[in-house]
Nanobody, 124 residues
Framework: QVQLVESGGGLVQAGGSLRLSCAAS????????MGWFRQAPGKEREFVAA????????DNADSVKGRFTISRDNAKNTLYLQMNSLKPEDTAVYYC?????????????????WGQGTQVTVSS
């Protein structure tokens, strides 16, 4: 069973950048497809980005295309989300998740393990 711990959230002005990290432990990181999701107050959890086991394939939600980049370092057991040109509507709790399935997965039900989340707040 893998444990996931997110970090890197915080308060940033619109137009700014943040890099989220997700440290994995207790499992073989490279066997998991990984994803980032977010949940804003009063809204459902939504897909942000996902990446394959090797990191060779990834995809983002349309709302963050061109601004966010997902990546992973299997040697460091760490998943990243580089967020640029942040907007107030990006404000949410961001979660990383791990799936036994290796593809690019936008469906949160395909993910078996979740971190506790990290808050990102973008001020206007």
């Amino acid at each position: 069973q893998v444990q996931l711990v997110e970090s890197g959230g915080g308060l940033v002005q619109a137009g700014g950048s943040l890099r989220l990290s997700c440290a994995a432990s207790g499992g073989t990181f490279g066997i998991y497809g990984m994803g980032w999701f977010r949940q804003a107050p009063g809204k459902e959890r939504e897909f942000v980005a996902a990446i394959s086991r090797s990191g060779g394939t990834s995809d983002n939600a349309d709302s963050v295309k061109g601004r966010f980049t997902i990546s992973r370092d299997n040697a460091k057991n760490t998943l990243y989300l580089q967020m640029n040109s942040l907007k107030p509507e990006d404000t949410a709790v961001y979660y990383c998740a791990a799936s036994f399935l290796g593809g690019i997965l936008a469906d949160s039900n395909k993910y078996a393990y979740w971190g506790q989340g990290t808050q990102v707040t973008v001020s206007s």
